[in-house]
Nanobody, 121 residues
Framework: QVQLVESGGGLVQPGGSLRLSCAAS????????MGWYRQAPGKQRELVAK???????TYADSVEGRFTISRADANKTVYLQMNSLKPEDTAVYIC???????????????WGQGTQVTVSS
């Protein structure tokens, strides 16, 4: 069984920084695209950033230049470095990974439980 576990959320003042981590565990053959989504109260879940197995990255316009996504495949971990945080970044941040559990198997999307990020003075 595959699990994604996030860590690193919390309360930070505007202009501050946080680093989120998401570690995958379980029966995994290969991890392809990994990403971070967020969902604020009353809003739809939105993509924040994603990174392919070849390290190509995509960012939401609202975080471009402030957030950096990276991955460490040896640790099956994806990171999100968030700088210059704004109150509008407040949300639950949710990790996503597309994983094959056997060689030649189909990819399936897995989701973490989410970690709260609150930006407030």
């Amino acid at each position: 069984q595959v699990q994604l576990v996030e860590s690193g959320g919390g309360l930070v003042q505007p202009g501050g920084s946080l680093r989120l981590s998401c570690a995958a565990s379980g029966s995994i053959f290969s991890i392809y695209t990994m990403g971070w989504y967020r969902q604020a109260p009353g809003k739809q879940r939105e993509l924040v950033a994603k990174i392919t197995s070849g390290s190509s990255t995509t960012y939401a316009d609202s975080v471009e230049g402030r957030f950096t996504i990276s991955r460490a495949d040896a640790n099956k971990t994806v990171y999100l470095q968030m700088n210059s945080l704004k109150p509008e970044d407040t949300a639950v941040y949710i990790c996503n990974a597309n994983i094959a559990i056997i060689r030649g198997g189909i990819l399936r999307a897995y989701w973490g439980q989410g970690t709260q990020v609150t930006v407030s003075s």
